[in-house]
Each structure stands twice: as C-alpha cells, then as structure tokens.
Nanobody, 121 residues
Framework: QVQLVESGGGLVQPGGSLRLSCVASGSIVRINSMGWYRQAPGKQRELVAATTSGAMTNYADSVKGRFTISRDNAKNTVFLRMNTLKPEGTAVYYC???????????????WGQGTQVTVSP
C-alpha cells in the first residue's frame, strides 16, 4: 500500500510565501512523475506544477515565476515553494504521483488527502 501525506498548508497574507511538502511511503519500487494540483471551492481540480523523475518541470501559466517544484528522490518527497501568493491561490492543494510498486506492474496514480492553503489579509 502507498500513501502520500502533504503538509505545510495554512493561512498566509497576500504576497506571502508557503512551502508544501509531500512524502510518499509504502511499497515503492520507483516514483515516476510527482506533482501538485489544487481545487478551489466550486472549481475543477487543476494542475499547478509537476516534475518527472528526470527533473523536468511543468507549471500552470498562473504560477510561473512564483512557484517552484522540487523533489528529493532519496526521501520520496516533493516540495512546492509558493511565493507572492494571491487570494485566488486559496484552494486545497493535492499531491499526486505515479508510483511503481512492482517491477512487473505498470505505475499506479496516487493522490494525497490534500492540504488547505488560504490567502487572505
């Protein structure tokens, strides 16, 4: 069984910063892509940032230049550094990963439980 556990959310003022962390644990052979999504009230879940095992990155246009995704492969952890946060960044942020649990099986996609980020004065 694999678990993704996020941390680092909270309340921050506009213009402030937060760093989210997500640790994958369990029977893990290899982690392929890892990423962050967010879902604001009444809206669909959307990709924020993603990174491959080869450290290629992809960002939503709305966060380019302000957010940075990184990962520590040795610790099965992905981070999201969020700078210059805006009120429209208020959402539940979810960790997502494609994880291979056996060499003879295709990777399975997993989600964390989410962490709330609120950007408000």
């Amino acid at each position: 069984q694999v678990q993704l556990v996020e941390s680092g959310g909270g309340l921050v003022q506009p213009g402030g910063s937060l760093r989210l962390s997500c640790v994958a644990s369990g029977s893990i052979v290899r982690i392929n892509s890892m990423g962050w999504y967010r879902q604001a009230p009444g809206k669909q879940r959307e990709l924020v940032a993603a990174t491959t095992s080869g450290a290629m990155t992809n960002y939503a246009d709305s966060v380019k230049g302000r957010f940075t995704i990184s990962r520590d492969n040795a610790k099965n952890t992905v981070f999201l550094r969020m700078n210059t946060l805006k009120p429209e960044g208020t959402a539940v942020y979810y960790c997502n990963a494609d994880i291979r649990t056996h060499w003879y099986m295709n990777p399975t996609n997993y989600w964390g439980q989410g962490t709330q980020v609120t950007v408000s004065p």
